[in-house]
């Protein structure tokens, strides 16, 4: 199950504090006492997993490590490990506090979120011509420690889009290499698929339906990973007994979530093209070129040359 936006606490580590000893060698009995180590920070980090926030479905708190207290011989305690989460790329991450708003788009990217509290001083930095033998020290600061959303918006250059039960899995595993659960019921796909059609990934973004913008059926819950594909892919069914009006109703539901959605660019495809004949394929591609200027397609899973010349369209529209 893909978890797509969680709410977790991060605590940076604490300063280890500085501690109080003295020279244990004759004739040289002053402080020396070191400094605390630092605490470990907080980092967010890319990865390619999309599954990377499952993890914090249930584990809602995570804890940098404390530096270690001083040592003798003025040698600092050992500093804190750094506490580093991982995240898919796409995420979208806001400090709570702040409402500072953080976005990971890269493999490797590596964010600072929260610094490690400062070890405090031993008492041999509080050595003075008149304070020979201090016996003060300082204690660690803490550690930064913050609260954040985290919210996944899948970073894809090609979105399947329509509603249920139009064949977008199905076209999915043909035009790429993923492995998209297929099923002959509405809401088959209950979580976004991707695949990789050259140096391209394309998504499968689970059906939507009329009321999808207000939280009916699957709600907003997959409308959010549309805002960042390149080209929308609209599967039309040619089972449906009013193309039209399919396509009305998604497009709808795409400007009342965003109407920047309806600036991005299209291809709507007519799918399962081997089940109606040539005569009422024809009929249908020009009832609707009559009503929207956008390239039209049919395709097949069945038909290799219409696959391939949707993969030839695609890679054209995409440099």
């Known amino acids: 199950m893909l978890t797509d936006e ?11 504090n500085g ?7 004759k004739m040289a009995l002053g402080p020396t006492g070191g400094r605390g180590g630092n605490g470990g920070s907080v980092y ?12 914090y479905r249930h584990l809602k708190e995570h804890y940098a490590e404390d530096g270690k207290k001083g040592r003798a011989n003025r040698s600092d305690g050992p500093t804190g490990k750094d506490l580093i989460l991982t995240v898919p ?12 708003i953080i976005e990971i788009t890269k493999v490797g990217e590596k964010i600072l979120v929260a610094n490690g509290g400062i070890g405090g001083r031993g008492n041999f930095y509080f050595r003075s011509a008149v304070n020979t033998s201090p016996e003060q020290f300082e204690t660690g600061k803490l550690g930064e420690e913050y609260n954040f959303s ?34 002959a019921y509405h809401f088959t796909t209950l979580e976004p698929n991707l695949g990789p059609l050259g140096d391209f990934i394309v ?6 339906i009329e009321g999808a913008s207000n939280g009916k059926g699957l709600g907003t819950k997959f409308l959010r990973h549309i805002q960042r594909t390149r080209i929308l892919i609209h599967c039309l069914s040619l089972e449906s007994e ?22 991005k660019k299209e291809i709507i495809l007519l799918t399962k093209s081997d089940l109606v004949s040539e005569k009422k394929l024809a009929g249908e591609i020009k009832k609707i070129k009559a009503k929207i200027k956008q390239t039209i397609l049919p395709v097949s899973i069945h038909n290799f040359e219409e696959i391939e010349a949707l993969k030839k369209k695609l890679t054209r529209l995409l440099p």
Request: aromatic share 4%; glycine share 10%.
């Open 150 to 183: 985290l919210e996944l918006r899948l970073i894809a250059d090609i979105g399947l889009i329509g509603l249920p039960s139009a064949g977008k899995s199905s076209l999915l595993n043909e035009l790429t290499s993923a492995n998209a659960k297929v099923g």
């Open 44 to 55: 967010f980090i890319g990865v390619a997993d999309i599954f990377a926030l499952n993890k």
């Open 242 to 263: 009013n193309l039209l009006k399919d396509y009305k109703i998604i497009r709808k539901e795409l400007e009342k979530y965003n109407p920047e959605l309806l600036k």
């Open 89 to 100: 790329i796409g995420t979208v991450i806001q400090q709570l506090e702040t409402g500072k």
């Open 203 to 208: 998504a499968d973004i689970p059906g939507l």
């Open 6 to 16: 969680a709410k977790i606490k991060v605590q940076a580590g604490a300063g280890g």
């Open 19 to 25: 501690i109080v000893t003295f020279d244990k060698i």
